[in-house]
């Protein structure tokens, strides 16, 4: 069974840094693409950070330079490195795999097969 759980979200002031983690379970972190999205109530989801199966990296435009993506493939854990924390990221945050053959960092909510349950991060000014 596949399984992502999805840790590190917390509230912090605007300038600041947090490391989200998604842990994963049922599949091997290295044969799949991943991503991290992020959702307010209200407004329909959106993707922030990919990383595809051959480790190519993509990331909305918003957070570039801000926000890094990675993955430890021996640990099968994906993170998000966010720094310079603004406001307007605040949000739910989602880890999304898809374990089929696709390769593209694809930052579309359609291709995501499988999800965590979220981790909230909240940035004051």
């Known amino acids: 069974e596949v399984q992502l759980v999805e840790s590190g979200g917390d509230s912090v002031q605007a300038g600041g840094s947090l490391r989200l983690v998604c842990t994963a379970s049922?599949?091997?972190?290295?044969?799949?693409?991943m991503a991290w999205f992020r959702q307010v109530s209200g407004k329909e989801r959106q993707g922030v950070a990919a990383?595809?199966?051959?480790?190519?990296?993509n990331y909305e435009d918003s957070v570039k330079g801000r926000f890094t993506i990675s993955k430890d493939n021996a640990k099968n854990t994906l993170y998000l490195q966010m720094n310079s924390l603004k406001p307007e990221d605040t949000a739910m945050y989602y880890c999304a795999a898809d374990v089929t053959v696709a390769i593209a960092a694809s930052l579309s909510e359609s291709v995501y097969d499988y999800w965590g349950q979220g981790t909230q991060v909240t940035v004051s000014s």
């Open positions: 049922g599949f091997t972190s290295n044969n799949v693409r």
């Open positions: 990383i595809g199966r051959a480790g190519t990296m």
